[in-house]
């Protein structure tokens, strides 16, 4: 059973930068792709990015959310996904969430319980 623990979150002002963790179980974790999703008060979940697998290159992609302001890492020793944002504002406060697809299927089977960053003006 594959477990995703997010941490890091907090209340940050504008224009912090801020480093979210998600410790992930799994022996397989680098086999992996992993996702970033948000989701503020009242609004749909969106898509933040991911990082491939390491056989696929470790690739990373961004959705428009956060483009240009949010690094995604991997350190698979420690089986940890990493979101580095910066520049924050408050437009960015909400529920983030990390995500596995470990079957490699294509769709995200496994999802933490979130986060939450708040970030004042």
């Known amino acids: ?13 504008a224009g912090d930068s801020l480093r979210l963790s998600c410790a992930a179980s799994g022996r397989t974790f680098s086999h992996w792709t992993m996702g970033w999703f948000r989701q503020a008060p009242g609004k749909e979940r969106e898509f933040v990015g991911f990082i491939s697998s390491v056989s696929s290159g470790s690739m990373t992609y961004y959705g428009d959310s956060m483009k240009g302001r949010s690094t995604i890492s991997r350190d698979n020793a420690k089986a940890t996904l990493y ?5 924050l504002t408050p437009d960015d406060t909400a529920v ?20 939450q960053v708040t970030v004042s003006s």
Not at 96 to 106: H, I, K, L, P
């Open 83 to 87: 979101l580095e944002m910066n520049r």
């Open 1 to 13: 059973q594959v477990q995703l623990v997010e941490s890091g979150g907090g209340l940050v002002q």
């Open 96 to 115: 983030y969430y990390c995500a596995a697809d470990a079957r490699a299927s294509g769709t995200y089977d496994y999802w933490g319980q979130g986060t």
